[in-house]
């Protein structure tokens, strides 16, 4: 009967947890380098330190910060709204950022803050300026649409 307690404690959860302490060997465990993802590392352990090339991403917003000061024709929709359910704003980008951007009328000098939730496109009648990630300048063949 002794043997069948024995059996029955060696599955009990809290001397599981006695069993996970034997792996410890008094503290002499070594703990690998912190790396970050995709920096190479030698044999001997050595991390390999390498500048990783910052890239801005390819967001909208960036894509907008890249041009600001041309105008666009900006397209809106509100829903639920029984006034006016879409809107469009044509103006001169002034700002841009994650969740807005500031166009102005050049005639009024009015500025207007559109939040991002809310944007459908925009169309320009020159070309933009578009950085690709990991591209320097726009790519060869743009093609004029």
Request: net charge negative.
């Amino acid at each position: 009967m002794e043997n069948m307690n024995n059996m029955n404690n060696m599955g009990h959860i809290g001397n599981m947890g006695k069993m996970g302490n034997m792996g410890n060997m008094g503290n002499m465990v070594a703990m690998p380098p912190q790396v970050s993802s995709g920096s190479p590392m030698m044999p001997g352990g050595t991390v390999v330190s390498t500048a990783a090339p910052v890239f801005e991403q390819s967001y909208v917003e960036n894509i907008f910060r890249l041009n600001l000061g041309k105008v666009g024709t900006f397209y809106f929709t509100y829903e639920n709204n029984k006034d006016w359910n879409a809107k469009v704003y044509t103006g001169v980008l002034e700002a841009a950022g994650r969740d807005h951007l500031i166009i102005s009328d050049r005639a009024t000098g009015q500025r207007v803050v559109l939040l991002m939730v809310n944007f459908d496109y925009a169309t320009f009648e020159e070309p933009l300026v578009y950085q690709y990630p990991g591209v320097v300048g726009n790519p060869l063949g743009v093609r004029n649409c």
